[in-house]
């Protein structure tokens, strides 16, 4: 089921001034593995998604994050390949978790983080 504050942040990424964000403030840099590099490739050459980098593919991640450091959402900007939007969106959440600075702010701010995935010719 979709919940209203779902749809709020949906709404609100919308409308983002994607490089006026700051960037998500990371403890530790994530780490792309080749497992995650080969799903991506497997999906973009499968479902024939626009490569304008040959053999690569980076998709920005817009992140709003609660006054506690939690994540509230993820929210990626389009590139025309749903699968790997969704999959990037999916992986910062995930390397978010416990994973950011301490910050003093309110509730509710947007960050940016990009994630470049790579395989070989």
């Known amino acids: 089921m979709i919940t209203a504050p779902f749809i709020?942040?949906?709404?609100?990424?919308?409308?983002?001034?994607?490089?006026?964000l700051?960037?998500?403030?990371?403890?530790t840099a994530p780490?792309?593995?080749?497992?995650?590099?080969?799903?991506?490739?497997?999906e973009a050459v499968g479902r024939k998604c626009p490569l304008p980098y040959g053999n690569a593919i980076t998709v920005d991640v817009a992140v709003l994050v609660n006054a506690v450091g939690g994540i509230r959402?993820?929210?990626?900007?389009?590139i025309g390949c749903a699968?790997?939007?969704q999959y990037a969106a999916?992986?910062?959440?995930?390397?978010?978790r416990n994973n950011?600075?301490?910050?003093?702010?309110?509730?509710?701010?947007?960050?940016?983080?990009r994630l470049t995935f790579t395989w070989p010719a």
Request: net charge neutral; aromatic share 10%.
């Open 73 to 78: 959402t993820t929210v990626p900007r389009a």
């Open 100 to 113: 950011l600075l301490p910050r003093n702010g309110a509730d509710g701010q947007w960050y940016r983080t």
């Open 22 to 27: 700051a960037p998500l403030p990371y403890r």
């Open 90 to 96: 999916a992986l910062v959440a995930g390397f978010a």
């Open 31 to 42: 780490q792309i593995t080749h497992d995650m590099n080969s799903f991506v490739e497997r």
């Open 83 to 85: 699968t790997v939007e």
């Open 8 to 20: 709020l942040a949906v709404m609100q990424a919308a409308a983002l001034q994607w490089d006026a």
